[in-house]
């Protein structure tokens, strides 16, 4: 099992930038892969990107490509997603998820964090 904690949500202009982490605790880190998620408000929970268990492969939503960024730090337990260029519409609680297989649906996902929030003025 593992438990995971994100920060670094917070309130910035449109063309901004900010890095979320999730940290894990529990065994086997680099056993699961990891994958952000994000909520606006009357939105379903939608895909932004995964990784998998030895960084070997990353996939990201069309809507992010060649903004956001996702990475691992097995040494640390840590994922992390670096998002430039903000938009408002990258408004949202972003979630990260753990599991054996990397996946894009939020259902495959058995173990999730919290939530940051992400808001991106215009």
């Known amino acids: 099992q593992v438990q995971l904690v994100e920060s670094g949500g917070g309130l910035v202009q449109a063309g901004g930038s900010l890095r979320l982490s999730c940290a894990a605790s529990?065994?086997?880190?680099?056993?699961?892969?990891l994958g952000w998620f994000r909520q606006a408000p009357g939105k379903e929970r939608e895909f932004v990107a995964v990784?998998?268990?030895?960084?070997?492969?990353?996939y990201y939503a069309d809507s992010v490509k060649g903004r956001f960024t996702i990475s691992r730090d097995n040494a640390k337990n840590t994922v992390y997603l670096q998002m430039n260029s903000l938009k408002p519409e990258d408004t949202a609680v972003y979630y990260c998820a753990a599991d054996l297989r990397p996946a894009i649906v939020a259902a495959s996902y058995n173990y999730w964090g919290q939530g940051t929030q992400v808001t991106v003025s215009s």
């Open positions: 990784i998998s268990r030895n960084s070997g492969s990353t």
């Open positions: 529990g065994r086997a880190f680099s056993s699961y892969a």
